[in-house]
């Protein structure tokens, strides 16, 4: 299984750029990377998701290093409403060896005004 | 539906009584995938079906736990003879098929309290 491991939290103040790596070393070539966020009391929605290089969409950017070994969701200007758990989650390809989608522990993300 | 949809959204049990937990995936989703989550806690993998077969079961935490979907749509996660430990959100997700890169799309959980 694609292990991640990412900062089990992170404070930041509105406004600021909030970068949140992961690291997934053992990636297989079929996986996708994908990153949820998790208000208290509600279940994991959809960020972005990417295969490599950059992706990019309305809430957040994703950068990913030629050897995938790694990502970095990147959220601009955050706000106090960006405040929760972020999980990045190795996608494993269908029927492949990557098993089930295992979740790590996520970042617990406080933003302060 | 619109979105996965779960029930009951709580449920207040005595411990050593049986619970069923339900999952009504996105129509035409065929990967279902089942999850607890304790407070404070991250998201615990408990099983996932593709169509009505459920590959790996390893998950479950005991044989107090099953689960079952008919007809690739509904799913029911059963717990017996409960106990305090059982004390979770159960969170059940699905998608287009599984793995591929296909987002998965969460429910917003089953609130299981065990007194």
């Known amino acids: 299984l694609a292990k991640t491991t990412q900062p089990i939290s992170m404070d930041s103040y509105e406004g600021q750029e909030v970068n949140i790596t992961c690291s997934h070393n053992?990636?297989?070539?079929?996986?996708?990377i994908t990153w949820y966020q998790q208000f208290p009391s509600q279940g994991p929605r959809f960020i972005i998701q990417?295969?490599?290089t950059k992706v990019t969409n309305e809430v957040a950017s994703l950068f990913i290093p030629a050897d995938r070994k790694s990502s970095t969701l990147s959220l601009p200007r955050v706000s106090l409403s960006d405040t929760a758990v972020y999980y990045c989650?190795?996608?494993?390809?269908?029927?492949?060896?990557?098993?089930?989608?295992?979740f790590g522990k996520g970042t617990k993300l406080s933003v302060k005004p | 539906g619109a979105g996965v949809s779960q029930s009951p959204s709580n449920k207040v049990t005595e411990k050593g009584k049986d619970v069923e937990l339900r999952c009504d995936p996105i129509s035409g989703h065929t990967a279902l995938y089942w999850y607890r989550q304790s407070l404070g806690q991250g998201l615990e993998f408990l099983i996932y079906f593709q169509g009505n077969s459920a590959p790996d079961k390893s998950g479950l935490p005991s044989d107090r736990f099953s689960a079952e979907r008919t007809g690739g749509s509904v799913s029911t996660l059963t717990i017996q003879r409960t106990q305090q430990e059982d004390s979770a959100v159960y969170l059940c997700?699905?998608?287009?098929?599984?793995?591929?890169?296909?987002?998965?799309?969460f429910g917003e959980g089953s609130w299981l309290t065990v007194v």
């Open positions: 989650l190795v996608v494993g390809y269908y029927g492949g060896s990557q098993g089930n989608l295992i």
């Open positions: 053992n990636i297989a070539t079929n996986d996708y």
């Open positions: 997700a699905s998608s287009l098929v599984r793995g591929n890169g296909n987002t998965i799309y």
């Open positions: 990417g295969y490599k």
